[in-house]
């Protein structure tokens, strides 16, 4: 029976990878940080059969722990701050969790595999972010760096360091560049989902307005489930290597509201739009579209949920949550 090891099992893709990986009959085992996780009941529910091992990805010697207790096959580095406005707040805790942390996972996974390291692969999450001001398009695994947040420099760090550990042990280490992913289990702070909660409560009559930051930025998103399936194929190859992760089409906020809304029946959304300079960032990321095709042709991956499917899920799922809530 193969183990895995999940840094950020809490997470969405904590989540998704955990159902993938047991669906595939591995072993899984999560790491889970703080001594009262508000966030530990829903992995409980969610993953029953996940062996949960307290740590934290600042705390190296935690790692190595860890490592003995799950004795994985496979890690899968996807712990992170993840929120790109709160890391210029917060840009120290976020260079030493979110860079740092991935350095101390390879290097926690070096010195535990020791002489066995050939036993072992390793996934880092990196991402788009990394692309920053985009210097081509579509952004591809060529395209040159060029990060715009503290969230971006510090998960371009991870990134290369990533690549150093396969260059310099001949370690198993592969990188995702993943291009934004959503789903129900996205956090509400992030403007998915921040759109599709107050789509449903509007829709329900028990919210007016949102207020939105930048509404011109253009992403790519694709569904968070589909996306782990690229990061477990990507430890199935062979070769370790870095793949982009996309769905190749890009949309802006105005156009996820037009379809988030649409599908309530609301076609004036501007009226429930107010714009607040509290959510503009210092520097924006304007265009992100990435080009898929090494990971088509090499993993055979491609996304199966398209851009509108994902959006009316999300809002679906919210209307049902916002009427057991107000139950
Ligand atoms: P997420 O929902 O924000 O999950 C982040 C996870 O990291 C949570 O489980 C969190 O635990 C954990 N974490 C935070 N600080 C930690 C620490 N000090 N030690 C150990 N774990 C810690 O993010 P996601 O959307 O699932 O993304 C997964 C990974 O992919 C992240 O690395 C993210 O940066 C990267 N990524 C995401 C996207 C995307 O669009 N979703 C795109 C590209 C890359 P708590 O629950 O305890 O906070
Ligand atoms: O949903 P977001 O916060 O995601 P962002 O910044 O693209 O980052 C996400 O994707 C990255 C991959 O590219 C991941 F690495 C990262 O961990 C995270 O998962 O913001 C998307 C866009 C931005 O341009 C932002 O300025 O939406 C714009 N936006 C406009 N109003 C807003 C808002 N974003 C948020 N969160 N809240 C707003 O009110």
């Excluded at 050939?118 to 591809?140: C, H, I, L, N, T």
């Excluded at 070769?239 to 996820?256: F, H, K, N, S």
Aim: aromatic letters at 10%; proline letters at 4%; zero cysteines.
């Amino acid at each position: 029976m193969k183990r895995a090891l999940i840094t950020g099992i809490t997470g969405q893709d904590g989540l998704y990878l955990g159902e993938l990986l047991i669906s595939k009959g591995y072993e899984v085992y999560g790491l889970v940080r703080g001594q009262n996780n508000p966030k530990l009941d829903t992995v409980r529910r969610i993953l029953p059969e996940v062996k949960l091992i307290f740590g934290d990805l600042t705390d190296l010697p935690s790692l190595l722990r860890a490592l003995e207790t799950a004795r994985p096959h496979e890690v899968y580095n996807l712990g992170a701050i993840s929120f790109v406005a709160y890391s210029w707040e917060n840009a120290s805790m976020t260079s030493d969790v979110t860079g740092k942390g991935a350095f101390n996972m390879l290097e926690a996974t070096r010195l535990w595999a020791g002489s066995k390291l050939d036993d072992v692969r390793f996934y880092q999450a990196s991402s788009s972010e990394m692309f920053g001001k985009v210097q081509e398009v579509p952004q591809r695994e060529s395209t040159l760096l060029w990060p715009r947040s503290p969230y971006g420099v510090a998960k371009v760090f991870a990134h290369y360091m990533t690549i150093n550990y396969r260059e310099s042990y001949g370690m198993h280490a592969s990188s995702g560049i993943l291009f934004n992913h959503e789903s129900p289990r996205r956090g509400p702070e992030f403007v998915t989902r921040k759109i599709t909660q107050a789509v449903a409560r509007i829709s329900l009559g028990l919210q007016e307005t949102v207020a939105l930051g930048n509404l011109d930025a253009s992403r790519d998103w694709g569904f968070a489930g589909d996306y782990v399936e690229a990061m477990w194929l990507m430890l199935q190859q062979e070769q370790a290597d870095d793949y982009v992760i996309a769905t190749g089409e890009t949309q802006t906020i105005r156009e996820l509201l037009e379809v988030a809304f649409g599908h309530v029946g609301i076609t004036d959304w501007e009226r429930h739009v107010t714009q607040d300079p509290r959510f503009m960032r210092p520097a924006e990321v304007d265009l992100l579209v990435g080009d898929p095709a090494k990971a088509r042709e090499t993993l055979g991956w491609k996304p199966k949920v398209d851009f509108r499917e994902l959006v009316q899920m999300m809002v679906d799922s919210d209307i049902e949550d916002q009427r057991q809530t107000s139950r």
